[in-house]
């Protein structure tokens, strides 16, 4: 187990990865302006076509903010922290309960023009718990039930709070990243060998509980089955991502954000990426994502101890779980569900808690062996 030298200096941040997480959110504030134009101006009440760049922008500003606080505060001290993040986050998974529903579910506590997923906060609550118990865990990990069950069962009471807000995607999230940073912390593969036919049997389960989830699966199948209903947004994706060809119609040239696809900015704006900036551009957000995959991994690696390497993995995992399902649901790869493609689709709370975990990214990739970042 790699241990803390307390007094280390701070070095240099791994550039890349500042680079390209700046670089997503550039193009995710240009992409929700182009893709919410018609539905600003047509759909809400504001009437405004510059109504969700406006707050994206406000959203990004926050989270700017937020990401170099985080690349100053040592992540060390975060241990400290751990237990009140994690009652806070469920008071606020509680809370929403209280508030009112949106599109048949309890997901967001709305003040104001303003609200708060907190499920977003509860993907990295774990996250920071895993890398802080495991850390002292150790060796003992390597075992069934005193190794993995504990921590299964920690992230799937969170995974099942946010499972009451009919969130099953991101409860899926919570689950995923959790094996992924039991098996970095020395997990043994047969423990997975007996554990993953089991989750895979409550996710089924889980799909087939609820009628609209149920449907999605047998849609994703075969969308033209329910083209009017259960199928109308991937039939649309695949017609915007069709449509863009190799090199795309052009920015602000989509179609099917027109009204025709349900909230072009949210979960299927890569499918309007595609539009407009065809298979070049798909390609291009791909590479980047998978930039900053790789710099994750590299700053795990060279953590000074196993806290920081456990805490990098989670953080990376998190914003990679989600691209690869939010890509593959807008390709139709995977059935429909709703997670929003990290720094580029709508939405303050993904947006400013993933600059946060960005700002923690970046200051464990100042403390490593050498300062150097490639």
Excluded at 45 to 73: C, E, N, V
């Amino acid at each position: 187990m790699k241990k803390f030298n307390s007094k280390l200096k701070m070095g240099q941040i791994d550039y890349p990865l500042f680079y390209v997480v700046f670089f997503i959110l550039a193009i995710g504030v240009v992409m929700v302006y182009s893709a919410s134009t018609y539905y600003g101006m047509y759909v809400i009440p504001a009437h405004d076509s510059m109504y969700f760049l406006k707050r994206q922008i406000l959203f990004a500003a926050l989270g700017i903010i937020a990401l170099l606080f985080m690349m100053a505060f040592d992540y060390h001290k975060l241990k400290k922290l751990t237990l009140l993040i994690l009652i806070a986050t469920v008071i606020l998974l509680i809370a929403v309960f209280f508030f009112e529903a949106k599109k048949g579910a309890q997901r967001w506590i709305t003040i104001g023009p303003f609200s708060l997923q907190p499920s977003e906060i509860a993907k990295y609550a774990v996250v920071l718990f895993l890398a802080l118990s495991l850390e002292q865990k150790g060796e003992k990990v390597k075992g069934l039930m005193y190794g993995m069950m504990p921590y299964l069962g920690f992230s799937g009471f969170f995974a099942g709070m946010v499972l009451l807000q009919k969130n099953l995607s991101i409860a899926s999230v919570i689950m995923i990243v959790t094996l992924i940073v039991l098996f970095v912390s020395g997990a043994r593969l047969k423990d997975f060998a007996v554990i993953l036919p089991v989750l895979f049997a409550g996710a089924v389960f889980f799909i087939f509980s609820e009628e609209y989830r149920k449907a999605r699966l047998l849609n994703f199948i075969n969308p033209w089955n329910d083209p009017a209903g259960n199928g109308y947004q991937l039939i649309q994706s695949f017609l915007a991502l069709g449509s863009g060809g190799i090199t795309g119609l052009g920015l602000g040239q989509s179609r099917q954000k027109t009204l025709y696809m349900p909230e072009p900015h949210n979960d299927f704006i890569f499918s309007i990426i595609g539009e407009e900036l065809g298979l070049i551009g798909c390609l291009f957000i791909i590479a980047l994502f998978g930039i900053l995959i790789w710099r994750g991994i590299t700053i795990a690696i060279k953590a000074k101890d196993t806290y920081g390497t456990l805490l990098a993995v989670g953080i990376t995992s998190v914003i990679a779980v989600q691209a690869i399902i939010n890509i593959a649901v807008v390709t139709g790869s995977m059935p429909v569900t709703g997670v929003p493609l990290p720094f580029i689709s709508y939405g303050g709370s993904s947006l400013v808690i993933n600059m946060t975990a960005m700002g923690i990214l970046l200051n464990i990739s100042r403390q490593t062996e050498k300062s150097e970042v490639f």
